[in-house]
């Protein structure tokens, strides 16, 4: 997957047109977005190089790899979704169970672009706000991918005039420790 974001409900994925999954979600809609936290990017890393796809299509970069089991490859444990038939990664603070609702071809044909309902979210308790269905922005640092370079959250800078957790994410004056 080379991007991801957030429109409300709705998940927009962005993946190279000639890999298993791209191919995949065409001919079944469900799917799974799992958020690992900064501890896991030698599993993505691991992941990285590896396609469902065999043979490998002369189009992947060189290094790339038929895998047929991602899960093993990258030592991470599947674990039973709730309303698709794709499995979670029970690592993942963050897990997001969707269905496909549109799957095209970007201008160029080099990507596919998925725009998915999101029908589940599964979050860690130690990430969310407590007595809410909030994520804990101070709790929750997703690992991010910088021009292919692994980061975590730096300390929080502020926040935005509609948040919902503000008030709820600070002990005192000071900011609470962030757990990674």
């Keep these: ?50 396609t469902g796809r065999n043979p490998v299509p002369a189009t992947k970069p060189h290094g790339c790899r038929f895998e047929p089991d991602k899960f093993v490859a990258a030592g991470l444990t599947p674990q039973p979704s709730v309303t698709v038939r794709p499995p979670r990664i029970a690592e993942c603070p963050l897990q997001l169970e969707a269905r496909a609702v549109d799957v095209r071809h970007d201008a160029g044909g080099d990507f596919v672009i998925i725009e998915a309902a999101v029908r589940q979210v599964h979050a860690s308790s130690d990430i969310v706000v407590p007595g809410t269905d909030h994520i804990d922005p101070v709790a929750w640092s997703p690992l991010v991918y910088n021009f292919r370079h692994y980061f975590g959250l730096g300390p929080e800078l502020g926040h935005t005039y509609r948040s919902e957790t503000a008030d709820r994410t600070r002990t005192g004056v000071g900011q609470r420790r962030r757990q990674d």
Excluded: C, F, K
């Excluded at 001919?27 to 030698?42: E, I, N, T």
């Design 1 to 50: 997957m080379s991007s991801a974001w957030a429109l409300g409900q709705t998940l927009v994925l962005g993946l190279g047109a000639d890999g298993q999954t791209a191919q995949n979600l065409a001919a079944r809609p469900d799917l799974v977005v799992g958020l690992p936290g900064p501890g896991l990017w030698q599993s993505v890393e691991r992941l990285a190089p590896l």
